[in-house]
């Protein structure tokens, strides 16, 4: 087709849409979403779950294909078939939707009712079970590890550390109150398990 023609057509398809004068909620996309919570059955009842993940290449990505993949992406599509495995003929289906955010916001948002599952490798603590339900682990016995730089001396007691400054991910804590004494007792408990295997290696 002429690039006159074209240019014509595009002119008069803008001229039609201009001439129907849509309204701005028309024309729209709407990506917001009302905050519900309920059980399984309301959200079968509902057609879908969504399931709070954090983006990474280990639970949930998107390849360049477009292709969602994942450790939390593959466990709740394996959710989804055996839930629907149970349901009778006629009965809706359950959609497993993923709606990828930061770690800070994973347990805000499923508390605020913008998500029904936190599909993510969280570790279970008493204040975290005072607000929210978990599944059996799928770990135990997960030991953190402190990480210094190439030029920092060596790390055998909390005291080692005085009047150095201390970095904590925001992200793994900010669903918690962490107070300077919880951080620190961590803090020692990971320099224990370090001088706890120098003396095991040969």
Same mark, same amino acid.
């Given at each position: $087709?002429?690039?006159? $023609?074209?240019?014509?057509?595009?002119?008069?398809?803008?001229?039609? /849409?201009?001439?129907?004068?849509?309204?701005?909620?028309?024309?729209?996309?709407?990506?917001?979403?009302?905050?519900?919570?309920?059980?399984?059955?309301?959200?079968?009842?509902?057609?879908?779950?969504?399931?709070?993940?954090?983006?990474?290449?280990? /639970?949930?990505?998107?390849? /360049?294909?477009?292709?969602?993949?994942?450790?939390?992406?593959?466990? $709740?599509?394996?959710?989804?078939?055996?839930?629907?495995?149970?349901?009778?003929?006629?009965?809706?289906?359950?959609?497993?939707?993923?709606?990828?955010?930061?770690?800070?916001?994973?347990?805000?948002?499923?508390?605020?009712?913008?998500?029904?599952?936190?599909?993510?490798?969280?570790? #279970?603590?008493?204040?975290?079970?005072?607000? #929210?339900?978990?599944?059996?682990?799928?770990?135990?016995?997960?030991?953190?590890?402190?990480?210094?730089?190439?030029?920092?001396?060596?790390?055998?007691?909390?005291?080692?550390?005085?009047?150095?400054?201390?970095? #904590?991910?925001?992200?793994?804590?900010?669903?918690?109150?962490?107070?300077?004494?919880? $951080?620190?007792?961590?803090?020692?408990?990971?320099?224990?398990?370090?001088?706890?295997?120098?003396?095991?290696?040969?």
């Amino acid at each position: $087709m002429p690039g006159a $023609m074209r240019a014509w057509m595009l002119i008069g398809l803008l001229a039609t /849409l201009a001439g129907t004068a849509l309204s701005a909620d028309q024309l729209a996309i709407t990506l917001q979403q009302q905050p519900w919570s309920g059980d399984l059955d309301g959200m079968t009842q509902r057609g879908y779950l969504r399931v709070l993940v954090p983006y990474s290449r280990t /639970l949930y990505f998107v390849d /360049l294909g477009g292709t969602q993949r994942g450790l939390s992406y593959d466990f $709740m599509r394996a959710f989804e078939d055996s839930h629907n495995r149970t349901l009778g003929p006629g009965e809706r289906r359950l959609e497993v939707v993923f709606i990828p955010v930061s770690r800070a916001h994973l347990l805000p948002m499923l508390m605020s009712g913008q998500g029904d599952v936190v599909a993510a490798d969280l570790t #279970v603590t008493p204040e975290r079970q005072k607000v #929210v339900d978990f599944t059996v682990p799928a770990a135990r016995g997960v030991n953190e590890i402190i990480v210094t730089g190439p030029g920092a001396p060596p790390l055998a007691t909390l005291d080692d550390l005085a009047g150095r400054e201390i970095f #904590v991910s925001g992200a793994r804590t900010v669903e918690i109150a962490v107070t300077p004494g919880q $951080m620190f007792q961590r803090v020692e408990t990971a320099l224990r398990r370090v001088a706890a295997c120098r003396r095991v290696r040969p």
